[in-house]
């Protein structure tokens, strides 16, 4: 099977441009999507329990008399996880640790310092009260994402923890319930889509208001977190799937016609491209892509993706390549090269950095550590990977002495005169020693 991928070269004139139309990707919001959101949202805010059941009747197929029905115990993730076989419960440990022990290395402790006069400043980190996850159900299984979402909030000191998963028809998926078995989540109800994200955001008799929603989902539910912002935090709204591979044309091209497919599987919006300098390495990767492609199950995927959004990229050398990855700002980065962790140095917008030929984007996704929950579409300008940090809050500590409310005062007084606001000065004038 032929690929027909888009080849550019940052040596010709209008390679930004070319570039500029590859990234182009407006995450259109169909306006009946919206519009079954907003009445979906609007209906479990005023009507909670009722309205809840309702939708979860007539979209997942699951009646029952009261939304207390809707919680899983705790006998019934442990039996999901006494049910996987061994090989998965060992590989959700062993990820769960990891993720875990990166995790730990993230967690902002508070501080203080005293000035001269003994004016206390500083900063107070505290948990999140209670996060809500959405993870997806049925036959859908992201265990993975359990993980990415659940650990991060534990070891931040979350108290309670919320997973909202849809059964259709009935049916749970003993993978996603023994993650979050390992995981430590709280609480779990068999709930979907917008309605689940406006149980979470609002709250209802059953189910309690959280404080931050994350988690991936489909339109609705993407759009039901984007419209809840601002009522709850959010960790992000994400766009399609990313891989950027850089290499120096050194590594065997079938690792990294499959690190593409590795992304280009997800779905067939997804983006995969290649930056070498070597330009006899494009046309081998190009041929070992040709050849791969017959052996993947999601093949039709793959090619749709690759034929619409995937690039090879020639560059003039190098850091030509690092250039045009810093312009990308992708959701995975890999470089594929000698001495990748002195090229990482110069990289200064990527959502996760993967170092040295050995470095597969897979292992990322599942196993390596730091979360897989990335910015995407280029917000790796200005974002972050999801992580501890998000479910913390930072208070900050101000304690003035006598000397130092005398002191401030002065300055805050002319700035308040100056600003129009006496009461502001006033205040701060009571405390000037004369």
Not at 88 to 100: C, G, K
Not at 272 to 283: E, K, Q, T, Y
Not at 344 to 365: K, S, V
Request: with cysteine.
């Amino acid at each position: 099977m032929s690929i027909n991928i888009t080849q550019l070269d940052t040596r010709e004139t209008d390679f930004q441009q070319q570039l500029d139309q590859l990234l182009a990707w407006e995450q259109s919001t169909d306006n009946a999507v919206v519009i079954t959101v907003t009445e979906i949202l609007d209906d479990i805010r005023k009507r909670g329990d009722a309205a809840l059941l309702e939708y979860t009747q007539k979209f997942d197929r699951v009646d029952v008399s009261s939304a207390a029905e809707l919680e899983l115990s705790k006998d019934d993730l442990q039996g999901a996880l006494d049910a996987i076989d061994s090989s998965h419960r060992e590989a959700l440990e062993h990820a769960a640790s990891r993720v875990r022990a990166y995790a730990e290395h993230q967690k902002m402790e508070s501080w203080s310092y005293t000035e001269e006069d003994g004016t206390v400043l500083g900063q107070k980190v505290t948990p999140m009260d209670r996060a809500g996850l959405y993870v997806p159900g049925g036959k859908a299984a992201y265990p993975s994402s359990v993980l990415m979402n659940a650990i991060p909030a534990k070891v931040a000191g979350v108290p309670e923890l919320i997973m909202v998963v849809p059964t259709p028809g009935g049916e749970r998926n003993d993978l996603v319930l023994a993650a979050a078995a390992i995981s430590g989540v709280d609480r779990v109800f068999t709930i979907g889509g917008a309605q689940a994200v406006g149980a979470l955001a609002y709250g209802t008799d059953t189910i309690p208001r959280v404080d931050i929603i994350t988690g991936p989902g489909n339109a609705y539910v993407a759009t039901a977190k984007r419209m809840v912002y601002g009522v709850v935090g959010i960790d992000m709204i994400a766009g399609p799937s990313e891989i950027l591979v850089v290499c120096d044309g050194k590594t065997d091209p079938d690792w990294i016609a499959m690190d593409l497919f590795s992304q280009a599987e997800h779905d067939e919006d997804a983006q995969s491209i290649l930056v070498s300098p070597d330009a006899a390495f494009l046309v081998q990767v190009k041929a070992s892509i040709d050849k791969l492609i017959t052996e993947m199950p999601r093949a039709d995927i793959i090619k749709t993706s690759l034929e619409n959004r995937a690039a090879l990229i020639s560059a003039t050398d190098m850091d030509d390549a690092i250039r045009v990855a810093n312009l990308i700002a992708p959701e995975h980065l890999e470089l594929s090269m000698d001495d990748a962790d002195q090229w990482a140095q110069q990289i200064r917008h990527a959502g996760a950095i993967f170092m040295g030929r050995y470095t597969a984007e897979a292992l990322g996704d599942y196993c390596a550590g730091p979360n897989h929950v990335l910015p995407t579409s280029g917000t790796a300008r200005f974002s972050s990977p999801l992580g501890v940090y998000d479910f913390q809050k930072r208070s900050s500590l101000i304690g003035a002495s006598a000397q130092g409310a005398s002191d401030l005062g002065k300055c805050a007084s002319v700035l308040a005169e100056g600003e129009g606001l006496v009461a502001h000065a006033r205040s701060a004038e009571y405390r000037i020693r004369d």
